[in-house]
């Protein structure tokens, strides 16, 4: 069975703030890790993923995520926030033998002027 | 060019009824999959087809039937519609089963059930 948390649901940030919105997972098995992104009214679109290989992956709007095994967390992060960052986010994880995804509770993160 | 589309975006209906949403994708994927995402925005899936073979059927009611008449289609047919179904209903797609890589939604449809 594989679980995850997304340990904050909202996180209100002002313009050109930095951001991390956490997300620790649990499982028996090896996961691949993702972050989604859902903007109102639309589907969820792929922010970034692990695979393997480095533990640091990026995103091309300038959100990183940093895969940490031994905490069983990969938190996402922004250095500067923009107003169009504004949206929900979903963590991932699929099992690497079944390939279920299960998603966590989501985080929507307001950016405000 | 949509990748993955789905229709209708809107329904609005009666409790009792039967209500379709149709799915389509036009990348080439082997797996398809339906989501439910519910007023708190909490994605849950409920069923996953890989080249038209149901493989993953979450704990969902019987009056929840999907069919897939070939690995580009995955309809979702729902009878005696209930209040509680009210939610909005993502397809998604993965290159196959094993989804080594990422899952392309749909934009949904929101069901609203009076």
């Known amino acids: 069975a594989q679980s995850v948390t997304q340990l904050d649901s909202q996180v209100p940030v002002f313009e050109e703030a930095p951001v991390e919105l956490r997300c620790n997972y649990s499982?028996?098995?090896?996961?691949?890790l993702f972050w989604y992104v859902q903007y109102p009214n639309q589907g969820l679109q792929l922010l970034l993923k692990y695979l393997s290989g480095s533990t640091l992956v990026k995103s091309i709007n300038g959100f990183e995520a940093e895969f940490n095994k031994s905490q069983t967390s990969f938190h996402l992060r922004k250095p500067s926030v923009h107003i169009s960052d504004t949206a929900e986010y979903f963590c991932a994880v699929t099992n690497t033998n079944a390939g279920k995804s299960t998603f966590g509770d989501g985080t929507t993160l307001t950016v405000k002027p | 060019d949509t990748a993955v589309s789905q229709t209708p975006k809107y329904l609005v209906t009666q409790m009792g009824n039967d209500k379709s949403i149709k799915c389509e994708q036009n990348l080439g994927h082997d797996t398809m999959y339906w989501y439910k995402q519910d007023s708190k925005k909490f994605l849950k899936i409920m069923f996953s087809?890989?080249?038209?073979?149901?493989?993953i059927n979450e704990t969902v009611p019987n009056r929840f039937s999907p069919k897939s008449p070939d690995k580009a289609h995955l309809n979702l047919h729902i009878n005696s519609l209930e209040l509680g179904d009210s939610a909005v209903y993502f397809c998604a797609s993965s290159l196959n089963g094993l989804n080594t890589g990422e899952l392309f939604f749909g934009e949904g449809s929101r069901l609203t059930v009076l």
């Open positions: 499982s028996s098995v090896s996961v691949y």
């Open positions: 087809y890989n080249n038209k073979e149901l493989i």
